[in-house]
Antibody
Framework: EVQLVESGGGLVQPGGSLRLSCAAS????????MNWVRQAPGKGLEWVSY????????YYADSVKGRFTVSRDNAKNSLYLQMNSLRAEDTAVYYC???????WGQGTLVTVSS | QAVLTQPASLSASPGASASLTCTLR?????????IYWYQQKPGSPPQYLLR?????????GSGVPSRFSGSKDASANAGILLISGLQSEDEADYYC?????????FGTGTKVTVL
């Protein structure tokens, strides 16, 4: 059974940093692209970042480019999102997901507020 | 103009059919895209329903009932999610998604209410 478990969310002040993690199991992690998707309270889904199975190809949404960094450790079956220069508008539930096959974690809430 | 536009809401009676549209921006051609559909209920992550590009390139999500089906309307430049025999449990938000210009793009979402 595929499992994706996010962690690392919490309350952070504007301008601060946070690192999210996603632990994957139940599939050959290194063979598949992974994504981060977020959802602000009461709003729709917003794709944040893509990383290929090898980690060699990375894409970001314009809204986070230059502030967020996605990475993965295939030896640890883990996906990461380093978030710097956080803004109030980054407040959301962050999901790690294999979006084209429908595997999503339960999400971790990031709140940016003073 | 958003890349993917969905009507904000749709209401229908139990047992009826509901057709949810996902209209692509006019400069991109629906024919070239796989369109993914998700269902999301409050407090839960999205659940994958299906993907549709053509009748020869489509996939139903695991365990997803056949009353959920995908199609396209080329004249409207739109993807369509058809829900047949609506049930109360189908009340949820529905999102479409495509891969476009090195990014996944989600539609604006449609809230389906079963009256």
């Amino acid at each position: 059974e595929v499992q994706l478990v996010e962690s690392g969310g919490g309350l952070v002040q504007p301008g601060g940093s946070l690192r999210l993690s996603c632990a994957a199991s139940g599939f050959t992690f290194s063979s598949f692209e992974m994504n981060w998707v977020r959802q602000a309270p009461g709003k729709g889904l917003e794709w944040v970042s893509y990383i290929s199975g090898s980690g060699s190809t990375i894409y970001y949404a314009d809204s986070v480019k230059g502030r967020f960094t996605v990475s993965r450790d295939n030896a640890k079956n883990s996906l990461y999102l380093q978030m710097n220069s956080l803004r109030a508008e980054d407040t959301a539930v962050y999901y790690c997901a294999r979006v084209t096959v429908g595997n999503w974690g339960q999400g971790t809430l990031v709140t940016v507020s003073s | 103009q958003a890349v993917l536009t969905q009507p904000a809401s749709l209401s229908a009676s139990p047992g009826a059919s509901a057709s949810l549209t996902c209209t692509l921006r006019s400069d991109i051609n629906v024919g070239t895209y796989r369109i993914y559909w998700y269902q999301q209920k409050p407090g839960s992550p999205p659940q994958y329903l299906l993907r549709y590009k053509s009748d020869s390139d489509k996939q139903q999500g695991s365990g997803v009932p056949s009353r959920f089906s995908g199609s396209k309307d080329a004249s409207a430049n739109a993807g369509i999610l058809l829900i047949s025999g609506l049930q109360s449990e189908d009340e949820a938000d529905y999102y479409c998604m495509i891969w476009h210009s090195s990014a996944y793009v989600f539609g604006t979402g449609t809230k389906v209410t079963v009256l």
